[in-house]
């Protein structure tokens, strides 16, 4: 995965883009491409926060890529073989990757993300019934579904936990582009619904680059769903050349471990 942007904010955003910390933060977006036409995966760091405790909720990335297989095996990254031809590894932080050992695909490598579910059907109502998505696969027995907005985009599968869906501390949530003008929409058609809304439309500044209009909803496990309008949003998501050198710099003058060891302290687990 390439380092696509970064950015530092001295304070919590207002949509709790990092969660509910309000502090000094940052964001890294990584993937195989453009954010145009490649799923990316946003990294965000609270600097104060040391440790998140995992939930249920997210359950893991799906990639094509022997490449990946390889790296791991090359650097000692534990792999274990869950199916024929298929390895989790599991990220710092605990977080699952499921690695397809294959020849990267000629579009996006990375081919779903799995949220569990308390109840399948209910969520594919939503998801699907509300927001529109096509179901490409659904499977009663194994209680998963798979479903997204086009054929050659990542997919969203859903997952039964079989129990209540526990989100942790760690957060995150699913986040799409629109046209700007389809935002007020699907506002008022989660208002006409009873759905909850976390985060009515509003306009988010990023220092130097352009303000962007998101809303922000619940699913009924309270999966969290951001829709942005793509105007705004293709200019902010420009690939930035400076990518890589702005984390190494932000990195590097991070100096919060060795501060909270001189001071014989912990960094506060979420």
């Avoid at 509300?130 to 798979?146: C, F, N, S, V």
Wanted: hydrophobic share 35%; charged share 30%; with cysteine.
């Amino acid at each position: 995965l390439k380092v696509l942007r970064h950015e530092e904010f001295e304070e919590g955003c207002k949509a709790s883009c990092n969660g509910p910390y309000d502090g000094k933060w940052s964001k890294t977006m990584v993937g195989y491409g453009p954010e145009d036409n490649h799923f990316v995966a946003e990294l965000t760091y609270n600097y104060g926060i040391g440790e998140y405790r995992l939930g249920n909720d997210f359950l893991g990335i799906t990639l094509v890529s022997s490449q990946a297989v390889s790296n791991a095996k090359k650097m000692g990254w534990p792999l274990k073989e869950v199916t024929t031809g298929v390895f989790e590894a599991e990220a710092p932080g605990g977080y699952k990757f499921y690695l397809e050992d294959k020849e990267k695909l000629k579009q996006d490598p990375v081919l779903k993300v799995t949220l569990g579910v308390s109840n399948l059907q209910k969520s594919l109502n939503y998801w699907s019934g509300l927001l529109g998505m096509k179901i490409y696969e659904k499977d009663e027995e194994k209680q998963r579904a798979l479903l997204g907005y086009a054929d050659n985009q990542c997919k969203l599968e859903l997952k039964a936990v079989g129990g209540a869906v526990d989100h942790g501390t760690a957060f995150g949530r699913i986040a799409f582009s629109c046209a700007k003008e389809e935002l007020p929409n699907i506002e008022a058609l989660m208002k006409k619904e009873n759905q909850k809304i976390l985060t009515p439309l509003v306009s988010l500044d990023t220092p130097g680059k352009a303000t962007v209009q998101v809303i922000i909803l619940a699913d009924p496990d309270g999966h969290e769903i951001c829709f942005v309008g793509d105007e705004a949003f293709r200019d902010l998501s420009k690939v930035d050349p400076n990518g890589d050198k702005l984390l190494d710099d932000a990195m590097a003058a991070d100096k919060s471990d060795k501060w909270f060891a001189d001071h014989k302290m912990k960094k506060v687990s979420a």
